[in-house]
């Protein structure tokens, strides 16, 4: 049981420094890294290396700072101004409209992309800025984006999905085609929740539609920021390639994996970037020294994101060295407890093991025994696999957190712990009760 004492030392270690010492959370990461190495024993030097070395080279770790660094550019060159003006010129007189078109456009990526960072970055990178310029705060922003990512997961046919039914454990108890439609009623049931917390937020907030005299004409801001428009369109053109009928044709012209070829995590970010230069093209420098202060003027931005990124993978990599997975999915089999308490068991599980690892990962380690735990307890399969998926989507609500938190986190220029409190009471808890209640049949699926 070494990896279930090294996860819980990992995030004690976690939650001491953050909210007890007061420290920042990319220390945190540092010292809850080191904190399972121990655990990994003799291995524990080769183990740390490989751990750290792998999230360095990760993917999202780069596109992370990738989208620091789009922020800051599309914010200096002043497309973000114009963008904003556009979208106030339309939107501006609801209140709330920038926050209520952040959880709306989530939940349509959600059933297209089913990638949490991306579904982070994409919506993220236009609404976190108009927020803020609608006195929504920084924490609020980065809050709501990261929380409605979760909605990837909760809606077919997410890779978290894929991974669940063709386990070898969940396989035999659950045809594909049943989960579809339960889980999309899943998926509703989570949007609504996202609804009501978006609702709260902009209840709870500064936020009050823009009083005419301060919103442009649609004729004048469409006229000024039109080709801001564009941003969009970049952004649709790597989902749409490597999403259904498209990428398949794709996939057989080219005789590979589209999907696999062309990452959409790491391409947006540079579509967006080229695409915000030659929209600021006027306002960029002209020189190389000009340049120069230009990159090291966003440099602090990088700081606390880049350091908290890197050790929250490298120690999600140290946890699976300990043998985690097989550990909680033997702790798993051997409970014999009354249905409600054992769905809230399996919840806080997932939940748990979802903070250090990514929802796929979680489903690989403890949700595939989690559904088959519920199946032997007398819960439908259908069922049971839309609970634990709803489980599994908390991937950025839970601190640490996973990669969409620290993209939310990083377009809006915040320091990730600001958002803890507010993820888990907004999103984590009740995810967790929206599960046990599927379990239970209270909410029909």
């Not at 700072?65 to 914010?75: R, T």
């Not at 456009?105 to 994409?122: D, E, F, K, M, P």
């Not at 769905?343 to 599980?349: F, K, P, R, T, V």
Request: proline share 5%.
């Amino acid at each position: 049981m070494i990896g279930i004492w090294a996860l819980g030392a990992y995030l004690a270690v976690i939650l001491l420094w953050t909210t007890l010492l007061k420290r920042s959370v990319g220390e945190a990461m540092i010292i809850g890294f080191l904190t399972v190495l121990p655990f990994t024993g003799a291995a524990a030097l080769q183990v740390g290396w490989a751990s750290l070395y792998s999230a360095i080279t990760d993917e999202i770790v780069y596109a992370t700072m990738a989208f620091v660094f789009m922020g800051y550019l599309l914010d200096k060159t002043g497309v973000l101004d114009k963008l904003i003006d556009l979208l106030n010129s339309l939107i501006g007189g609801v209140k709330g409209g920038p926050a209520w078109v952040s959880t709306v456009a989530s939940a349509g990526l959600g059933g297209v992309v089913h990638n949490q960072a991306a579904i982070a970055a994409t919506v993220g990178s236009v609404t976190i800025p108009w927020m803020e310029k609608s006195k929504l705060d920084k924490p609020a922003a980065a809050t709501l984006v990261a929380g409605n990512a979760g909605m990837g997961i909760t809606f077919p046919f997410s890779a978290s999905m894929f991974v669940l039914v063709g386990s070898a454990t969940v396989g035999p108890l659950l045809n594909i085609n049943d989960l579809v439609v339960p889980l999309l009623v899943g998926g509703l049931w989570c949007f609504l929740h996202r609804l009501i917390v978006t609702w709260l937020l902009v209840r709870k907030s500064g936020m009050a539609p823009l009083d005419p005299e301060h919103r442009l004409a649609v004729r004048t801001a469409f006229g000024q920021g039109w080709a801001t428009l564009l941003l969009f369109v970049v952004v649709a053109v790597p989902l749409i390639i490597t999403s259904g009928a498209i990428a398949s044709a794709l996939s057989d012209w080219t005789g590979g994996d589209i999907t696999k070829s062309l990452n959409i995590i790491v391409w947006i970010p540079v579509v967006l970037i080229i695409t915000g230069a030659l929209l600021g093209r006027k306002l960029l420098p002209r020189n190389g020294r000009a340049w120069w202060e230009l990159l090291q003027n966003s440099a602090p931005r990088f700081g606390v994101v880049g350091i908290t990124v890197v050790f929250a993978f490298a120690g999600a990599n140290a946890l699976a060295a300990t043998g985690l997975p097989k550990q909680m999915t033997a702790l798993l089999g051997q409970m014999n407890l009354p249905l409600w308490l054992l769905a809230i068991l399996i919840g806080l599980i997932v939940i748990a093991v979802a903070a250090p690892l990514s929802a796929t990962a979680t489903m690989a380690a403890v949700g595939t025994v989690g559904v088959a735990t519920l199946v032997a307890a007398g819960v439908p399969a259908t069922t049971a696999a839309v609970a634990v998926l709803v489980f599994s989507s908390c991937e950025a609500a839970v601190p640490p957190g996973g990669a969409p938190l620290y993209v939310a986190c990083g377009i809006a220029d915040v320091n990730p712990i600001k958002t803890f409190s507010r993820l888990l009471t907004h999103y984590a808890f009740p995810l967790l009760g929206i599960g046990v209640l599927i379990i239970l049949g209270v909410l029909p699926i």
